[in-house]
């Protein structure tokens, strides 16, 4: 059951992040038309910083939790 729920959760992460990532510019395109966006909000390598860093701890937790399975770990037969 745990590894069918950790491939769930691996495959509908990117959808879910889709549709953060399309409400965030939908955002940020309000913001810039009202003339309220802060500077540093208007770099794209911002939220590619962000999302890096996200991913990197999503990463690690996921490996934290995962990697103490015994041999052969966790997708083992």
């Known amino acids: 059951m745990r590894i069918v729920l950790l491939v769930l ?3 509908l992460a990117p959808t879910a992040a889709f549709f953060v990532w399309a409400w965030a ?3 940020k395109e309000q913001r810039k038309l009202a003339g309220t966006l802060p500077s540093w909000q208007d770099l794209p390598i911002t939220w590619l910083a ?3 860093l996200l991913c990197t701890i999503v990463g690690f937790i996921v490996m934290f939790f995962t ?3 015994g041999y052969g770990g966790l997708f083992a037969s």
């Open 9 to 11: 959760l691996l495959v």
């Open 25 to 27: 510019v939908k955002i």
């Open 50 to 52: 962000i999302a890096g």
């Open 67 to 69: 990697q103490d399975q």
